[in-house]
């Protein structure tokens, strides 16, 4: 019977281990979403857009841009660079989503 009620403890731990781990990721991808979110409605202020438009014309800002596009990756197996990234990311995400709530 203790192995039984001590089988059962480690299991509701596990358990709530993993609904913390899940949680965790579902409010972090709800920073990138609102981190995009008001990217996308930003480029389209008045105050942006011609500027913006200039940049998506420029060749050379165009081609660095992809250069550091090329150093990142969205597989599994993240370097640093990519955790780094996602990480100021999820940060600018969650101080949007503080700021805006």
């Known amino acids: 019977m203790k192995k039984l009620a001590l089988f059962l403890a480690v299991l509701m731990l596990g358990c709530s281990a993993a609904a913390q781990a899940q949680m965790a990721a579902t409010r972090d991808a709800q920073y990138i979403a609102v981190l995009r979110a008001v990217v996308n409605y930003k480029i389209d202020d ?56």
């Open 46 to 101: 008045d105050e942006n857009i011609r500027n913006i438009e200039r940049l998506r014309e420029d060749r050379r800002f165009n081609e660095k841009v992809q250069k550091m596009l090329d150093k990142l990756s969205n597989e599994r197996s993240k370097n640093t660079t990519n955790r780094r990234v996602l990480q100021i990311l999820e940060q600018a995400g969650k101080d949007l989503y503080n700021l805006l709530d």
